[in-house]
């Protein structure tokens, strides 16, 4: 079991910024945490190349269905480089569709960049994904 308190606190203050922005639906604040070349994986779309294209085709479609976001912190675990500039972080997160009656659950990982020990962590890839039973998923393609 991970605390939270265990967790470099650089990762931790950039995941509750990221579930926030979810929760926001606040695309902008989003885009400030990733890389312009970022990759993803995700529920709705087998992949995107670049942050337009990750936001365009899977955060517009699948944050604005999404309430309560937020990671499961005690499964939170996080691998970090020896000298700090990555970090690869995966854990359980949950929410609640829109209509506020279905749960929606699943997993992520995360890889976080930066230049020095000192700056800003930026995401240059994500895989999130809804449980793959999940009904929830054949209602957002």
């Known amino acids: 079991m991970t ?3 265990d ?3 650089s990762i931790v203050n950039w995941l509750e910024a ?10 902008d ?3 400030r945490l990733f890389a312009d070349d970022a ?5 709705i779309t087998h992949r995107t190349d670049g942050l337009d294209d990750l936001v365009e085709r ?4 699948v944050w604005a269905n999404t309430v309560d976001y937020d990671f499961d912190w005690e499964t939170v675990c996080v691998h970090l480089s020896g000298d700090g500039l990555q970090a690869t ?3 359980l997160w949950a929410s609640t569709g829109k209509d506020g009656e279905r749960p929606r659950e699943g997993r992520a990982t995360i890889v976080l960049t930066r230049a020095s020990t000192d700056a800003d962590w930026k995401c240059v890839h994500t895989h999130f994904s809804m449980w793959p ?6 209602l957002l393609k």
Do not use: C, V
């Open 29 to 31: 604040a989003g885009r």
């Open 58 to 61: 899977q955060w517009t479609r």
């Open 18 to 27: 990221w579930a926030a922005a979810i929760r926001a639906n606040d695309l």
């Open 89 to 91: 972080a995966h854990a």
């Open 3 to 5: 605390k939270k308190n």
């Open 7 to 9: 967790i470099e606190p």
């Open 39 to 43: 990759a993803g994986f995700g529920t």
């Open 133 to 138: 039973n999940s009904a929830d998923i054949q």
